[in-house]
């Protein structure tokens, strides 16, 4: 018996069709789902990193913060719970997907708004704890938005919406950066917050106008299995369906490929401003260029990514996108050569931030494929959460005592090389791996 992701290979479709897929509805609505996935992540980052600073923390008790983010690397935990249990009366009056959705909301509101009435000169203790609970709301409303997102797209039209909620994050990070940081400005920091929690209803809004998924459904209170049979559905049949649909040696390769496949990327999270700085960049130039500059290539690349998918197919895609994160690192090593020119930050901004928009977006849709439609928010959340930890416990706090070691040029130069792990393995799938499809009961219509 073949194996339920091996199937023929879609026709090769021309650019026209492929850019017309932005047109459909269920596309449009992942866009407002990404703007609300993206509004909450800065406002416990560099935004409230920026309001600590102003009163006066010290630089060793923000770094502390970023034990916040502990929600988004463990939300897996919970995710079972989301995906199979009911939320009376929400998800009776909504669905499963969307009831959940909006009381992630709720809580997400709440939580922002509650960090709007904190003092960090006065309360610091309760300004991490409203921050650890938006990072828990936040992540909540991860885990039903990206399966909200596989569930009610077709196959053919994952990287389109992979495309649009890179669109929508990035804009909702924009939002809570230079829009907050204006507000703060003109106001105050409990201002600019509380606006930040009144925009949460964007995301509340379109949960109310989308429709539930095809074919979802949640088991009501009655009906409820013993404790057993529940954990073996939620928590252990999303472990065993992975790898029995793909067997052991693939499955192994394709969650070695997710926890290197953006290595080269990620390096430079903590140490790009550090960069421009030591260039002599001045921090107007840094916020000009990265912010009002940067991230509508960041959105560009993310939109070229989900045609790209659409066009070429997940592994040739991913193939592509490994090439282009690695080779945007060398326009920093040009960088280090040339100086603080404008025109040379511009175009490495420009060069890097498309790249990295065309990867992530490439990456968003290999990991909603990878998902069975039956268990798709335990299993996005595991394989993300998967993704977070090689980067973010390895690569990450190891990069500054690499960049120490062999300086500014030659640690871009050689950055390069950290994408020759994932090439290699996507060189293997190609070969002997499957073709990477939803594992769906049934297609969802076109």
């Known amino acids: 018996m073949s194996s339920p992701t091996a199937v023929a290979r879609p026709r090769r479709r021309g650019w026209g069709e492929a850019f017309s897929v932005y047109s459909d509805r269920r596309v449009l609505a992942i866009l407002f789902l990404g703007f609300a996935s993206g509004l909450p992540l800065m406002l416990i980052a560099g935004t409230l990193s920026t309001w600590l600073r102003e009163a006066d923390v010290s630089r060793a008790a923000i770094g502390l913060f970023a034990f916040v983010f502990a929600p988004y690397t463990f939300k897996f935990a919970w995710a079972p719970l989301m995906d199979r249990l009911p939320l009376p009366p929400l998800t009776t009056w909504l669905g499963r997907r969307r009831g959940w959705m909006l009381a992630s909301q709720i809580g997400l509101m709440f939580a922002i708004w509650g960090l709007a009435q904190t003092d960090p000169a006065t309360g610091l203790f309760m300004v991490a704890m409203m921050a650890l609970a938006v990072a828990f709301f936040s992540a909540s409303q991860d885990v039903v938005i990206d399966a909200y997102r596989v569930e009610s797209l077709p196959e053919s039209k994952l990287g389109a919406g992979a495309g649009v909620v890179v669109l929508g994050y990035r804009v909702g990070m924009f939002v809570a950066t230079w829009g907050a940081l204006r507000l703060a400005d003109a106001a105050s920091w409990e201002v600019a917050y509380t606006v930040m929690a009144a925009l ?37 049949e999303p472990f065993k369906d992975f790898f029995a649909r793909n067997g052991l040696r693939v499955a192994v390769v394709i969650l070695a490929l997710i926890s290197v496949f953006k290595a ?7 140490l790009a401003n550090p960069f421009y700085i030591d260039v002599g960049f001045t921090k107007t130039q840094i916020a000009d260029v990265t912010k009002l500059f940067g991230v509508w290539m960041t959105i560009l690349g993310g939109l070229v990514g989900g045609v790209v998918v659409f066009r070429l197919g997940l592994l040739k895609s991913m193939i592509l996108a490994a090439v282009l994160m690695a080779g ?6 040009v960088l280090a050569v040339t100086g603080p020119q404008l025109w040379v930050f511009v175009l490495t901004i420009s060069v890097e931030n498309l790249s990295s928009g065309i990867g992530t977006a490439v990456f968003v849709a290999f990991l909603s494929a990878l998902c069975n439609i039956h268990y798709t928010a335990v299993q996005y959340a595991l394989l993300t959460s998967f993704m977070q930890l090689f980067g973010k416990f390895i690569i990450v706090p190891s990069s500054g005592f690499y960049a120490d070691a062999v300086g500014w040029f030659w640690f871009f130069v050689t950055s390069t090389l950290f994408a020759l792990p994932a090439l290699a393995l996507l060189a293997w799938l190609v070969r002997y791996g499957p073709e990477i499809k939803v594992a769906r009961p049934e297609p969802v219509p076109e």
């Open 200 to 236: 949460v209803t964007v995301g509340m809004a379109t949960v109310l106008v989308i429709p539930e998924p095809k074919g979802s459904s949640f088991r009501l209170p009655g009906q409820a299995p013993g404790f057993a049979a529940w954990l073996e559905s939620a928590v252990i």
């Open 264 to 270: 080269s990327d990620v390096l430079l999270t903590l």
């Open 328 to 333: 945007s690192n060398l326009m920093f090593a």
